[in-house]
């Protein structure tokens, strides 16, 4: 008996489609390694018409109040909520993530988010009127972009889909989403959930490759292209914007260290630090991936963080004792398997550092310490449960380890003296830096960048400004 494959359709101008050609992709739960469904392979003519849907319907959208826009975001929270299984169950199948994890730690921080983006919506600020010259009132408007073309990552496909749809509906624009092609599913039912709220062209789906993201950024229409992805998809985005001076909000990779001194409760770090390290199987850019520790605890701490690894499950969504599912798809588990099977004489695998099981793309929690700075295992994103550990002797050689990577976008300090978690909080190049504690994210602050891990904002009323213009507007007093 054949099991008939779920058809996913792209969602344009508030109708589902198959892709204009009719070409599509096959889906695998990445658990299985089975085809589950099948998705839109999309290419110029699908662009093209969501685009046109966008364009067309960004006028009345950006003449709406911001009151509006907060109650349609609102609606589309509760919805959210009301749907939240139906989410997760699509979520798992797309990623293989716990369902009992994406029930706690994704519905309710996206119902959050969404929220938090509709008060924002009404929380326009700027500098006061006022006559900067003799005779003319100078007033500041913060206006809607336009056409936001916005490409989703494989790793949080939901969670991150809410950061780009959420920040531009709320300033007043309109939205061309497309997740990955490994992962479309939640996606195209948020946007089943969403085109019954929102009028029809505000909020547009298309399912596709990368030739499909690379032709929405090339696409005139788009006044800004937002991407969570890869350095390389960065850099190509950034560069294809640049043709029509298209604005444009990278979040790319990251090398997370973590920095740990000898002051602290080393069972607590550990047990804090490994859970950073492996919660969504290591595929998440913030990772606590890169463990620094002072020489006098280095020994201590890796036995430590090797049990932690040995005791940390993975497996099947519906198993409530596993921490983390498998990696996304057989590329990713090549590559996160590549940098085992790299690794120099010097390393040591303490924990992991193999595929477990035969079925799906699952690998196990990894330790690997006995590294050196320029290590390709160091200096490059592995993004899977591998967590590096290398010894420091001072403040010093830690701060110069932490920074001496391409990319900028988290870190944290472990240590119990104040004044060293200050000093350490202003070196650290990275967007953000946590103290005593990994992960945590809250929607009212911002999240992104700098380096190779991109610019631009996500969350926060800087997330907000994002996806807003400025306008001076000028009047004579004299009529």
């Known amino acids: 008996m054949t099991t008939e494959l779920r058809r996913l359709r792209n969602y344009i101008n ?37 685009m046109q849907a966008a364009e067309a319907a960004f006028p009345a959208w950006r003449d709406t109040t911001p009151a509006e826009r907060q109650k349609v975001l609102l609606k589309i929270a509760d919805a959210f909520e009301e749907r939240a299984e139906d989410l ?22 996206m119902v959050d988010q969404i929220r938090f983006f509709a008060g924002a919506a009404r929380m326009l600020e700027g500098r006061s009127a006022g006559e900067y010259m003799e005779g003319l009132t100078s007033i500041v408007r913060r206006e809607p972009i336009g056409v936001c073309a916005q490409v989703a990552p494989w790793n949080y496909p939901m969670m991150m889909g809410v950061w780009k749809f959420a920040p531009a509906l709320a300033a007043g624009n309109t939205v061309v989403l497309k997740p990955s092609d490994t992962t479309p599913a939640s996606t195209v039912l948020m946007a089943e959930i969403i085109g019954a709220i929102a009028p029809k062209g505000v909020f547009n789906v298309i ?3 990368r030739d499909t993201g690379r032709a929405m950024v090339e ?26 001076l298209k604005r444009v909000h990278l979040e790319l990779g990251g090398k997370a260290p973590v920095v740990v001194f000898e002051d602290v409760d080393i069972a607590k770090a550990v047990e804090e630090i490994s859970v950073a390290g492996y919660f969504n199987a290591g595929q998440d850019c913030t990772a606590a991936c890169r463990v620094l520790v002072h020489e006098s605890i280095h020994d201590e701490f890796v036995a430590a963080l090797a049990k932690a690894a040995e005791e940390t499950k993975t497996g099947a969504a519906d198993d409530e004792d596993v921490l983390y599912g498998p990696l996304n798809n057989a590329t990713q588990l090549k590559h996160v398997s590549g940098f085992i099977e790299r690794l120099p004489a010097h390393a040591r695998v303490e924990a992991g550092g193999h595929q477990v099981g035969d079925q799906g793309y699952f690998y196990a929690p990894t330790v690997v310490s006995g590294l050196k700075q320029d290590d390709e295992i160091i200096q490059h994103e592995v993004f899977g ?19 001496d990577v391409p990319y900028a976008l988290a870190s944290s300090v472990w240590t119990k003296d104040h004044g060293r978690a200050m000093r350490m909080s ?5 967007g953000c830096v946590w ?26 009323a800087y997330g907000f400004d994002d996806y807003t213009r400025i306008k001076h507007v000028m009047t004579s007093l004299d009529g």
């Open 14 to 50: 508030g109708e589902f489609r198959d892709a204009a050609d009719g070409r599509t992709i096959d889906v695998v739960n990445p658990a299985t390694g089975e085809v589950y469904a099948t998705s839109p392979l999309s290419r110029q003519a699908d662009v093209d018409a969501a």
């Open 88 to 109: 997760i169950a699509a979520e798992s199948e797309n990623t293989g993530k716990p369902l009992g994890l994406t029930r706690t730690e994704e519905i309710p921080p």
């Open 207 to 209: 399912c596709g490759d």
């Open 219 to 244: 696409h005139p229409t788009p006044a800004m292209a937002s991407i969570t992805g890869s350095v390389r998809a960065g850099m190509q985005v950034a560069e294809s914007a640049a043709k029509d």
């Open 385 to 403: 449960p591998v967590i590096t550990v290398q010894s420091f002797t001072d403040e010093a050689q830690a701060l110069a380890y932490a920074n």
């Open 426 to 430: 202003r070196s650290l190049d990275f």
């Open 435 to 460: 103290i005593n504690t990994h992960i945590a994210l809250v929607a009212e602050m911002p999240h992104g960048g700098f380096k190779q891990s991109g610019y631009g904002k996500d969350l926060s």
